[in-house]
């Protein structure tokens, strides 16, 4: 099984003259998109669920073996705080089923205001439908405990190792038999980009946790000035260097960090 290296959206404006030209219109950017990166994180359900329809319109967008991870609105997690979840949740998966077999992992962000509250977790996971990859990214330091642990693990979520300032802001449990991994501001330059040794000291982590077959999905958040771009696809290369199987698009294209652009084929693993 692959890894997944993407970013967290894919409509950034200041992103033209990085990964997309000049004159390609932002109605093809997802397509523009899926011809380097192979999974994406769909953050535009958070802050508004679309309709069935738009699920569907990318799902026919994107070329197969795609994968696009969903983060939960955040009615369900910032306003209702995880309570009564099973109408948002139901919403959520009726819509985002349209997607088919592009479908990745569901992404619950919670709110750094929210204490830890193992019913209230383990009640939300309940809801989702059996064979849900559910990924959770607690932001209070109240969720580092032994039964918090525990609920995800009965439940088969991943908990969501989080790194901002090129250091982990979670604990790097291994909860579930794959992984999800939020990278959200280095201390390179430009800012927020992430330098090379936090990219392979990243790397090495995963690969200590995770046996090659296991499926690992890493977005990179940090989208300021194609930051995420440029580090996604180091990030690509450090894995592969270090015999890491990753999920690439047929005919990939592959941006050099120097001057000047690199081009690879690559196939779909």
């Known amino acids: ?4 290296v993407g970013t967290s ?17 932002q109605r093809l950017w997802l397509e523009e998109y ?18 069935k329809r738009t699920f569907a319109d990318w799902r026919e967008r994107t070329p197969e073996g795609f994968v696009m991870a969903v983060k939960a609105s955040r009615y369900l997690t910032h306003i209702k705080r995880l309570k009564d979840p099973g109408e948002p949740v139901a919403r959520l998966m009726g819509r985002a089923e349209a997607l088919g077999d592009r479908l990745g992992p569901v992404l619950l962000q919670l709110p750094p205001t929210l204490r830890a509250d193992a019913g ?3 009640a939300a996971l309940a809801r989702f439908p059996e064979g849900t990859r559910v990924a959770v990214e607690p932001r209070h330091e109240s969720w580092w405990t032994e039964e918090i ?3 995800l693990r009965e439940r088969g979520a991943a908990l969501c190792w989080a790194d901002r300032g090129s250091r982990p802001v979670t604990p790097l ?12 501001e280095g201390r390179a330059r430009p800012h927020p980009s992430y330098g090379r040794g936090a990219l392979v000291s990243w790397a090495e982590r995963l690969a200590g ?3 090659d077959r296991a499926d690992v999905y890493v977005f990179f958040n940090n989208d300021p000035g194609g930051a995420a771009v440029r580090n996604a696809e180091t990030f690509l290369r450090v894995a592969e260097s270090r ?19 690199g081009w690879r084929d690559s196939s779909y693993e």
């Not at 959206?9 to 219109?25: F, T």
């Not at 011809?35 to 309709?51: D, I, K, Q, S």
């Not at 449990?173 to 939020?182: K, M, N, Q």
């Open 173 to 184: 449990w291994r909860t579930a038999d794959w992984g999800y991994l939020r990278l959200h």
């Open 120 to 122: 209230l977790l383990d």
């Open 34 to 51: 899926a011809r380097t990166f192979a999974v994406v994180e769909n953050n535009n359900a958070f802050y508004r669920l679309p309709e």
């Open 149 to 151: 642990s525990g609920v």
């Open 209 to 211: 946790v995770w046996p």
């Open 1 to 4: 099984m692959p890894l997944f």
């Open 9 to 25: 959206g894919w409509q950034y404006r200041d992103w033209r003259g990085v990964l997309y030209a000049e004159d390609v219109p």
């Open 243 to 261: 015999g890491r199987s990753v999920r690439v698009p047929l005919g990939r294209r592959d941006r050099a960090e120097t001057a000047g652009h």
